[in-house]
């Protein structure tokens, strides 16, 4: 297949470009600079400028572009930049697809904070979005940037993805360093669901997706367990041989992580359902296995 990826130099980009060509698909990057080869392609989207002939001549269109979620919580500009790089990159991808005589599937990211807090309830793609928490409302002027691609007929699959856990990488690259020091400790009460998934996981569901031409929505990229805060640092503490006894109080968070404090104290007790329908076997379905892989 002929893969346009937008993002592809991060992290997430990077390792699943390279899944992707070990398996003989065509990759293309969206590159913000003058291309260094045939397999990249300049493009702005702040000016609304991209090839519409690499689009057009693309199987399935990937973005995964979006500045880092990690930063200033308490900063405007980090707020805005979190939201425009998402919603801007999508929108603009979305009308391209859309306006090609034969519309690309569409793979957009998103992000699992699009539920907001369910408590303990499970949470399935079927189920609706509550509270105004900040990345809930970037998740859905970020699903609503796709819309072009969905009026088109495109095959659009939004990927709801949970905090991706690999040893190299936010946010378990700064977590490890952590507790080995001593600083593990669970965040409140610890007993607020963490959705999350291994890296292997989220490249095998991704790709699993764009090869999967019949498949189309939502899909949640989190391990079909999903464990509480204080299973997690339990686990994570155990793995690392070291002790985890401290808590941070709840107040202290809200302090501490500003605009992101619902998502460090809200809970979503997340479910891979539609992609378990669509047929996709996890490689990590558990918090053990998903650090197992994460810290190998």
């Known amino acids: 297949m002929r893969v346009v990826i937008a993002g592809a130099s991060g992290f997430l980009g990077t390792h699943l470009s390279d899944h992707l060509r070990t398996h003989g698909h065509d990759v ?10 045939a397999h990249e392609s300049r493009w702005d989207p702040a000016a609304g400028r991209i090839d519409a002939g690499v689009i057009e001549s693309a199987d399935a269109v990937v973005n995964l572009a979006g500045a880092p979620i990690a930063g200033n919580p308490h900063s405007r500009k980090w707020a805005e930049e979190v939201l425009e790089s998402r919603v801007s990159t999508t929108r603009l991808l979305a ?28 949470v399935t793609e079927d189920t609706p979005s509550t509270g105004s928490a900040f990345l809930t409302r970037v998740s859905h002027e970020w699903s609503a940037a796709a819309d072009p691609a969905r009026k088109a007929g495109a095959r659009v699959c939004e ?3 949970a905090p991706v856990m690999d040893r190299t990488s936010p946010p378990l690259k700064q977590l490890r360093l952590l507790f080995q020091v001593g600083g593990g400790a669970r965040l409140g009460s610890g007993e607020q669901f963490m959705p999350m998934i291994s890296l292997r996981d989220w490249v095998g569901a ?5 090869e999967s031409r019949d498949v189309f929505g939502a899909f949640n990229l989190c391990c079909p367990q999903t464990p509480t805060n204080a299973e ?7 793995a690392l041989h070291r002790k985890a006894f401290l808590a941070v109080p709840a107040p202290l968070m809200r302090v501490a992580a500003g605009d992101l404090a619902p998502e460090v104290l809200g809970s979503v007790n997340a479910r891979p359902a539609a992609l378990e329908r ?13 650090l197992a892989a994460a810290l190998s």
């Open 159 to 161: 990927l709801r993805t």
């Open 95 to 122: 009308e391209t697809v859309a306006a090609s005589d034969r519309p690309a599937a569409f793979v957009a990211g998103n992000g699992i904070a699009w539920y907001g807090d369910h408590g303990a309830s499970p």
């Open 28 to 37: 293309t990057a969206l590159v913000r600079r003058e291309p260094g080869s």
């Open 206 to 210: 991704v790709s699993y997706l764009i």
């Open 278 to 290: 669509a047929g996709y076997d996890f490689e990590d379905e558990d918090v053990r296995e998903v």
């Open 232 to 238: 997690f640092t339990r686990t994570l503490a155990a």
